[in-house]
């Protein structure tokens, strides 16, 4: 499955010089599906020496050049999307709509940041000294390395890798362990589209043969990494050592406000398939539901119903709604979660249990818990499963206060009919994105991104590219 890949240095596909190898296991059959080489020191040390020289070559092309190998990048992506998709949903065991969604929304990357380099514009300020004139100027960061999390092994990567391309910079992917093909996928697509040897380099290994070397070295000008605010506040002390710049995409506990003249049954068809999308192993999926005393046992009642109605299985089978957690680590997590609820009075609606007929795999049953209260861990953290805890409120100054409440700000949601109530919520929600009456936020036009501990900077948009740019300001006088 790996075969044609390993680690990408130099522009060349190769092994490790150790021989060593990280096995790939199924989240759908808890097997092994592959194994790809494991990076020691060594390669990591040569993917920044490699990334030092590429980046040489990379940042004197001028942004009318670096466009057109970005959107070359693109096309190659389009022309193994189902390769992709397949990767996505193997490696993941997300269902195939849902990996060919994140296929293009990866590829869209590279298309909108292969504009944006094109529009790399400073500006000129007027000067008070005669004759004199302020120039601004932007000049790519320098070598970055990113780090991105198993549960978008798509647009994750993609969202770093093109805005940092599109700037100028050179970069060193280190995708998670859990789902590196697709990570490689991308890259070779990056390779086939003819950038500089080094412009790009992927690691794949354990932390102190990976991590530690791009953390320590001051070639590294700057980290960026999607994953837990536990691990975003760890780098954030290791990068202070060499003073790097951080893009920090961390965790989330999205709130949902379901006000009284919402609109019920839109509101329950768009919320239910968007918690557990990819088995709710997504950060900006709603995890707190806040639902108005008038309309809570309704929509409970209806989010069962269709919690209760989807098909679970292996993500490559046609009609597959939902499919396993990615780890059983991760489903033994999840299940603690509900655990707690429970014992401590949250009523079980539906799910809360490991579904029949599926002995193998991380599977867990689309899960909804009633009668939820904020000091409870479902509420409190972040689950990072398929489990919808629903709480009523009366009134909305206690539903912002409840909502806000948490330090995590990365997303939140309301559903409302009222155009009052809809900038009423965007004004009171403390959140870097807010959906009213919609999940959709993930759009490479989109800057994405948190306030609080769900961490700083921003990715798509035309925020994103201005993370890789330092500013350059010069005072000519004739």
Excluded at 111 to 137: C, I, K, M, Q, T
Excluded at 196 to 202: F, M, N, T
Excluded at 389 to 395: E, H, K, T
Aim: net charge negative; charged share 25%; proline share 5%.
């Amino acid at each position: 499955m790996y075969e044609a890949f390993g680690l990408f240095l130099d522009g060349e596909w190769r092994r490790a010089s150790s021989g060593g190898v990280l096995e790939v296991e199924s989240p759908v059959t808890g097997r092994a599906v592959g194994a790809v080489p494991a990076a020691g020191v060594a390669e990591t040390e040569e993917a920044i020496g490699a990334a030092g020289r590429g980046l040489a070559g990379w940042r004197a092309r001028t942004g009318w050049e670096r466009a057109d190998a970005l959107h070359a990048a693109a096309d190659a992506m389009r022309g193994r999307a189902e390769d992709g998709a397949r990767m996505i949903a193997t490696e993941t065991g997300k269902p195939l709509a849902q990996a060919r969604r994140e296929w293009a929304l990866a590829t869209d990357q590279f298309r909108w940041h292969a504009e944006e380099a094109r529009r790399l514009y400073g500006r000129v300020v007027e000067s008070r000294v005669p004759g004199g004139r302020f120039e601004v100027l932007h000049a790519p960061v320098g070598i970055c390395a990113a780090f991105t999390a198993w549960n978008f092994p798509a647009a994750l990567p993609a969202r770093k890798l093109a805005p940092a391309l599109a700037a100028g910079c050179a970069v060193i992917l280190r995708p998670s362990s859990q789902t590196p093909g697709t990570a490689m996928l991308i890259v070779d697509c990056l390779r086939a589209a003819g950038l500089p040897a080094g412009a790009v380099g992927l690691v794949v290994g354990p932390t102190e043969a990976t991590y530690r070397p791009l953390m320590d070295a001051e070639a590294v000008r700057k980290v960026s990494l999607t994953g837990s605010t536990r691990v975003g506040q760890a780098m954030i002390r290791d990068a202070a050592a060499t003073l790097k710049r951080v893009s920090m995409e961390l965790g989330g506990n999205a709130p949902l406000i379901v006000f009284e003249d919402a609109d019920l049954e839109a509101a329950l068809d768009a919320a239910v398939p968007t918690k557990y999308a990819n088995a709710g192993q997504v950060c900006v999926t709603p995890d707190r539901f806040y639902v108005h005393e008038s309309l809570h046992d309704r929509f409970v009642e209806g989010f069962a119903a269709r919690a209760s109605a989807l098909r679970l299985g292996d993500g490559l089978d046609e009609g597959v709604a939902m499919g396993p957690l990615i780890s059983a680590d991760r489903r033994e997590a999840v299940a603690g979660v509900v655990e707690d609820a429970v014992a401590q009075g949250a009523r079980l609606v539906a799910g809360g249990v490991r579904p029949r007929g599926f002995n193998a795999g991380h599977f867990y049953e689309p899960t909804v818990l009633a009668e939820a209260r904020d000091d409870m861990r479902v509420m409190a953290e972040e689950n990072f499963g398929p489990v919808a805890a629903i709480a009523r409120f009366a009134a909305p100054e206690e539903a912002y206060g409840r909502a806000n409440a948490s330090p995590l700000g990365l997303s939140a949601y309301a559903f409302t009919r009222s155009a009052r109530r809809a900038r009423e919520a965007v004004a009171e929600l403390r959140a870097g994105m807010v959906g009213v009456n919609s999940f959709a936020l993930a759009a490479a036009e989109a800057p994405f991104g948190g306030v609080g501990h769900s961490g700083m900077g921003r990715e798509g948009g035309i925020e994103a590219i201005r993370d890789y740019l330092d500013v350059k300001l010069v005072q000519t006088v004739m």
